[in-house]
């Protein structure tokens, strides 16, 4: 329902048009749709945007769990490298030496 309620107030879509989009969903249900959300305009238009600052929240929220876990995969990965330099340092040896003495 949503979908076809943004495609013909945001989008301008014809009821023609969005049933081009949703072929599951018949002309005359499209009709019925935009004559329910017609009827229920100032109800509807509340709930969306009640939907959509959700969505945001929940959206930024995850970016930043997003970030966090890139941030850690970062640390980890420099870590490793660091310990891997440290170790070839004391060996004497250089990844490259340390990789072709393992293949021959």
Request: no cysteine; aromatic share 8%; hydrophobic share 35%.
């Amino acid at each position: 329902m949503r979908s076809i309620i943004l495609g013909w107030t945001h989008r301008g879509y014809t009821p023609e048009q969005i049933v081009q989009s949703y072929p599951s969903v018949s002309l005359e249900e499209v009709y019925g749709v935009i004559a329910y959300y017609l009827g229920h305009r100032t109800e509807l238009d509340k709930r969306f945007a009640r939907d959509h600052v959700a969505f945001e929240q929940a959206r930024q929220e995850q970016n930043a769990q997003d970030e966090g876990t890139v941030a850690d995969a970062q640390r980890r990965i420099q870590a490793l490298r660091t310990a891997n330099d440290a170790e070839s340092n004391v060996s004497g040896k250089d990844d490259s030496e340390s990789f072709s003495g393992a293949i021959g």
